[in-house]
T-cell receptor
């Protein structure tokens, strides 16, 4: 069974600094997708970044990048130059072959001015 | 238009009421999803429709009844709910069924449901 684990329930970072959110997962699949979603107080789930396991290169989207370690089944999210608008709950997710997203428990990130 | 619109944003209902949640998208997406989310918890998949046919039902109680009348619209009919059903209900859509994650999901802002 696929599982996703986020071991940091809450984190905080000063504005303009860098923060890394951790995620580990377990699967027997050889190719799959991993995601980071952001849920701000508006409650809308917003896709931050997506990584295909087949690709060795780490995905990047502006200030957001991942460190994907396939052998270790680790998928961390790095946010550079943190902004107040980055304050949100962040969910790591794994895509099950049926199309179902399996989410981790989430990390609440507070960006402080 | 890259929006998924959910109405109402908030709903309070009694355990004997019948109500419906509505979700609409005009992106031409053929897959639509209902998720349930409790406070401070991750979303949990309830139903998936692909080309207006129910593709996945995650063993959801029959007091929740989904309906997909056309490719742009997804409803969730509620009847005889329990207080523990109080949660945020999120709708999402994707171009095609997101098999293995090859499709991007677009989420709405949800309906906050309170069952008294």
């Amino acid at each position: 069974a696929q599982t996703v684990t986020q071991s940091q329930p809450e984190m905080s970072v000063q504005e303009a600094e860098t923060v890394t959110l951790s995620c580990t997962y377990d699967t027997s699949e050889s190719n799959y997708y991993l995601f980071w979603y952001k849920q701000p107080p508006s409650r809308q789930m917003i896709l931050v970044i997506r990584q295909e396991a087949y690709k060795q290169q780490n995905a990047t989207e502006n200030r957001f990048s991942v460190n994907f370690q396939k052998a270790a089944k680790s998928f961390s999210l790095k946010i550079s130059d943190s902004q107040l608008g980055d304050t949100a709950m962040y969910f790591c997710a794994f895509a099950h072959p049926t199309g179902k997203l399996i989410f981790g428990q989430g990390t609440t990130l507070q960006v402080k001015p | 238009d890259t929006e998924v619109t959910q109405t109402p944003k908030h709903l309070v209902m009694g355990m004997t009421n019948k109500k419906s949640l509505k979700c609409e998208q005009h992106m031409g997406h053929r897959a639509m999803y209902w998720y349930k989310q409790k406070a401070k918890k991750p979303p949990e998949l309830m139903f998936v429709y692909s080309y207006e046919k129910l593709s996945i039902n995650e063993s959801v109680p029959s007091r929740f009844s989904p309906e997909c009348p056309n490719s742009s619209l997804l409803n969730l009919h509620l009847h005889a709910l329990q207080p523990e059903d109080s949660a945020l209900y999120l709708c999402a859509s994707s171009q095609e069924l997101a098999v293995s994650g090859n499709e991007k999901l677009f989420f709405g802002s949800g309906t906050q449901l309170s069952v008294l």
